[in-house]
């Protein structure tokens, strides 16, 4: 099973998350943050990742904390559930239309975490969450799982779409590339031998 359970807590949150990589899209999220909840659930849904999340969380400052350690704790389950990737397809690819907004999304889970992000998100807000703070969570992610991801916006201009593209397409860029290849089961996707 590709599971993992993690809880982190520090003076600003105290997060419980469970990850399994082969569920059927089930989660149960209570961040704090209503729209993050939301990003997360169809996150979960549309990469049929099963995914339990809570945090409890100084949302009375703002959400920056809450957004950018539960980005932590969800890169360090894809980490902990990938283990040392043998069998992996690595890489994985989409482009998402979400009304007018178009995302293109590509991931390499090559242990070396980077993001390249090429967002014209118009808004400052979305509601009450700051529409900065989707680059937060996704720096945090891919630091800590270790992959390199591109984001880029090829078209938009309702930020709400813009950013429930880039949640939806992720999800399913990451389960093409954490999904196990029949054709090389055993084997480590890298020259290298290790990942």
Known sequence: MRTATLNRRTAETEIALTLDLDGVGTSQVDTGCGFLDHMLTLFARHGRFDLQVSCKGDTYVD????VEDIGICLGDAFAQTLGE???IRRYGSAILPMDEALILTAV???????LCYEMNIPTEKVGTFDTELTEE????FTRRSGMTLH???LAGTNSHHIIEGVFKSLARTLREA?????D????IPSTKGVL
């Open 85 to 87: 990737k043998r069998g």
């Open 108 to 114: 390499d889970s090559s242990g070396r975490g980077m």
């Open 178 to 182: 954490v999904s196990i290849d029949p």
């Open 137 to 140: 969570f996704l720096l945090a």
């Open 184 to 187: 090389f089961a055993d084997e």
């Open 63 to 66: 959400d920056h904390h809450t």
């Open 151 to 153: 984001v880029r916006q």
